[in-house]
């Protein structure tokens, strides 16, 4: 624990602290509805998310299981804090595969299970709250009068458990808290809802036919968790295979090697500079890094040529924004991103390639990527001259603005050199 940043640390302590206040309120104003569960079936449901728990599916660090179903049943069959008590346990006692080798409680750091006990314990205390004030009772054999409740909880105990998620994406992610509120939101949401119905299925059956109902309910609850896992393979695939594009343009440009994460961080700060919101700035940043996907379409004679190129081949060249837009344009999700591969090199003034589109006939994001691209070419070298400094490019910047550059990004990109100077960066 000493390794993390200490934002870090404050958030864990905090959700810590807040989860033992909360659970002493708690325990305080609810223990007197508490009722003993027989022992055999205490260990049964820990079992049962124990085994969900270690079949858990992960995307961008963050597991998602079918345990919320028994988290659903134990919630109506047995009440708030056996709940906390049948999740926290389970969860303890799952192991699963990462990198070939299995993780548990024991070769994890306690921090982490402790923050992920927390984590599963606010939103059933909090959930409990809200499925009182909208009249959920005790569960007496009957579901007709708590379903609306029962949603109610699964709703609130979605919010507050993708909150706490998110706050640790956006800190070590360093994004704002919405963004990374809106990015985990499908997956938390599909995690959640699709599991209420089988918790809500899971309670009824035991209630009526004891072990051999939960056996009914896990079939399903299997065949959901594997169709999960198929969607979160198609989001590692689709990742996957934007960075082997990336890398496989710039395996092709020698001399561009590291120039599409420079322009994605230039067009971010630029950007920023212009208060994008952070979900723009991810897809500007997603185009800077395919941009010239296109290049792959171009002859390496051309590409790596060591000097200037002749009139044709620089109208060769000239096909790669054309070449990467029909790369692009039938792969789902992409389409935000395909006007900027296809008019990063369009001009302000209509005088760039290859559809001589004014200001007016574009979107901003364009002329983000087409000046950042334009300043990291200046300041690399290239085989028939060095880089530029700084200040000649800035001249270059200003003597262009109005023609080759939109006078509003060329504007935002100062605002962001003298920002850095401020701080010592440049």
Excluded at 55 to 69: E, L
Excluded at 82 to 101: E, P, Q, T, W, Y
Excluded at 192 to 199: N, Y
Excluded at 261 to 288: D, H
Aim: net charge positive; glycine share 6%.
């Amino acid at each position: 624990m000493k390794k993390l940043p200490l934002n870090f640390k404050i958030y864990l302590f905090t959700i810590y602290l807040l989860t033992f206040m909360s659970f002493l309120v708690f325990f305080k104003t609810e223990s007197s509805n508490y009722f003993p569960v027989r022992f055999d079936i205490l260990i049964f449901f820990i079992f049962l998310t124990a085994l969900t728990e270690s079949i858990t599916v992960t995307y961008r660090n963050i597991s998602f299981s079918t345990s919320f179903a028994i988290t659903v049943a134990s919630f109506i069959l047995f009440g708030t804090l056996n709940a906390i008590i049948i999740l926290v346990f389970g969860f303890i006692c799952r192991a699963f595969k990462v990198d070939s080798k299995y993780k548990h409680v024991f070769n994890t750091p306690f921090y982490g299970t402790l923050f992920n006990c927390c984590g599963f314990t606010l939103p059933i205390i909090y959930g409990n709250y809200f499925y009182k004030l909208t009249g959920g009772t005790t569960y007496k054999g009957r579901l007709d009068s708590n379903l609306l409740p029962i949603i109610v909880f699964g709703i609130v105990f979605y919010i507050i458990n993708t909150f706490i998620i998110s706050m640790v994406y956006s800190i070590t992610n360093k994004k704002g808290i919405i963004y990374s509120f809106l990015i985990n939101f499908k997956l938390v949401l599909l995690n959640t809802f699709a599991m209420t119905p089988f918790g809500i299925l899971l309670a009824y059956l035991f209630n009526l036919y004891s072990y051999v109902g939960v056996l009914l309910v896990l079939v399903p609850i299997v065949l959901a968790r594997y169709t999960f896992s198929l969607y979160i393979q198609t989001k590692s695939q689709y990742v996957e295979t934007l960075d082997a594009l990336m890398l496989a343009i710039e395996a092709r440009d020698v001399y561009t090697q590291g120039h599409s994460k420079r322009v994605a961080e230039i067009s971010g700060s630029i950007a920023k500079e212009l208060k994008y919101s952070e979900w723009k700035i991810e897809q500007l940043n997603m185009a800077s890094l395919l941009h010239d996907v296109g290049k792959i379409g171009i002859d390496d004679h051309i590409l790596n040529k060591p000097g200037k190129l002749t009139d044709d081949e620089f109208n060769v060249i000239k096909k790669h924004p054309l070449i990467g837009y029909n790369i692009l344009k039938d792969i789902k999700n992409l389409e935000n991103i395909l006007p900027i591969v296809r008019h990063h090199h369009e001009r302000y003034d209509g005088k760039g390639y290859p559809d001589g589109k004014r200001d007016d006939e574009l979107i901003l994001s364009v002329f983000i990527v087409q000046l950042a691209d334009s300043i990291d070419a200046m300041a690399t070298n290239r085989p028939y001259r060095k880089a530029l400094s700084q200040d000649v490019i800035i001249e270059e910047l200003k003597k262009h603005s109005g023609s080759q550059f939109h006078p509003k990004v060329v504007e935002a990109y100062f605002r962001v050199l003298e920002k850095q100077k401020k701080q010592g960066e440049v």
